[in-house]
């Protein structure tokens, strides 16, 4: 899973080693992120999709500034979960309109802000509705709202499933067609829809169902509209691998049935902006996190290699945001790239908890005090999804090359 150069025998990102970008940071630990993976992401999301399906990125994945503002001049528009992501996402220079803010429990300053930006609301709620509605009025400002429909089918074989069943995102598809009956009572601009079903999906079949179904509710809700709406999110799921013997999502069976969709919906769904948002797909294979070897030792029969980073800088590598049962991101020693001597190892961080493991029992090059343990793959939910500040050891740095 290896999508950086090597150079003898040190892995380099943007052209540097881990100690290069180390020194050019004055940091021991951090997350690096490539540039030309990214772009290269969105290439190839661009060459499979139809070209009506406008890309949005989702700034949760990876907020860092540099990043967002890369992906600004790749992508249509931004899907944002909070004020700051906001924020941020405007002053890239995006346009409101194409920026829509999505997640349960907005509370009425973010809700403000949305108005007074022209922000696309992702409404999650009959009560956040009335909350908007009164918040407009209030400021004398028409809110641009798009319904979070909450359908009645999921998607299979997601790694995160966010609809289908009772969920706090969205409202239910059968609400939805009671609320579109009487509309009118709302002072808001309705300008569409967000179907979003799921997450981390390496399932073509799954997707293409989830789509067929999603694009079948897109048609029905248009209908019922009371007026023709101007934009559709058809959500978005599609995954990287993480660990071995997981196969890479089959990109061009979803654009090719995409397109399908596209043309037979292209009536009903005519002059309606489609759009797909992706978080991870876009900058997940783009990142390393690096820390180093602070000690080496047995303990009945086990090598530990201790390190200076760990759970509280990458939450997601050490197996507690979301997994079941824990398994290893791919990981390798950074300066002995392709070293023929291994031992099994068991790497951790620097926490006094069992939870805070880098990799458990991997066959690695045999490594060192001051060695550098990379973990690939770590571009999206990595340092804002992981609980920096405990323990109190340094926050870690980032840098896009
Ligand atoms: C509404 C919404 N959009 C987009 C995403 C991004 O998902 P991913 O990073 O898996 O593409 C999420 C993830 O939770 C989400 O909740």
Request: hydrophobic share 45%.
């Amino acid at each position: 899973m290896n999508q950086f150069a090597v150079q003898g025998q040190q892995l380099l990102l943007g052209g540097m080693s881990m100690t290069q970008i180390s020194q050019a940071l004055g940091k021991e630990v951090f997350y690096a992120y490539d540039r030309d993976v990214i772009t290269a992401q969105v290439h190839k999301f661009r060459q499979f999709m139809p070209s009506r399906i406008h890309l949005h990125y989702a700034v949760k994945a990876n907020p860092y500034w540099p990043v967002v503002n890369h992906l600004r001049a790749l992508v249509d528009g931004f899907d944002v979960a909070s004020q700051k992501e906001m924020l941020l996402a405007i002053q890239t220079g995006m346009p409101a309109k194409d920026i829509s803010f999505a997640g349960p429990g907005k509370g009425d300053a973010e809700l403000r802000s949305a108005i007074e930006l022209g922000v696309t609301l992702h409404v999650e709620s009959v009560g956040e509705l009335n909350r908007i509605h009164a918040l407009g009025l209030a400021a004398g400002k028409t809110p641009q709202v798009a319904l979070r429909v909450n359908p009645s089918f999921e998607l299979k074989s997601s790694g995160m499933k966010m609809a289908g069943g009772a969920k706090p995102f969205g409202i239910d598809e059968e609400q939805v067609f009671d609320l579109l009956a009487d509309f009118s009572a709302y002072a808001v601009k309705l300008r569409g829809f967000h179907i979003f079903c799921g997450s981390q999906n390496l399932k073509a079949e799954s997707l293409i169902e989830a789509h067929q179904l999603t694009f079948a509710l897109a048609a029905k809700l248009t209908a019922a509209c009371p007026y023709k709406p101007e934009v559709i999110n058809l959500g978005g799921g599609l995954g990287i691998p993480y660990f071995a013997g997981e196969k890479r999502l089959d990109i061009a069976a979803v654009g090719a049935s995409l397109t399908a969709l596209t043309e037979q919906y292209k009536q009903q769904l005519d002059g309606i902006e489609l759009v797909i948002e992706l978080g991870r797909f876009l900058v997940a294979e783009a990142g390393l996190y690096a820390c180093k070897v602070l000690d080496k030792k047995q303990s009945r029969g086990t090598t530990y290699l201790v390190c200076n980073g760990g759970l509280h800088h990458h939450l997601s590598n050490s197996g507690n945001f979301g997994q079941v049962i824990r398994k290893n991101y791919p990981v390798a020693i950074a300066n002995r790239m392709g070293q023929q001597d291994t031992e099994q190892v068991t790497v951790v961080g620097p926490l006094c908890t069992p939870l805070d493991i880098l990799a458990d029992r991997m066959e690695l090059p045999k490594a060192e005090v001051g060695d550098w343990v990379v973990v690939y793959q770590s571009g999206a939910y990595g340092a804002t999804a992981s609980p920096q500040d405990f323990l109190g050891h340094p926050a870690v740095a980032e840098i896009l090359l």
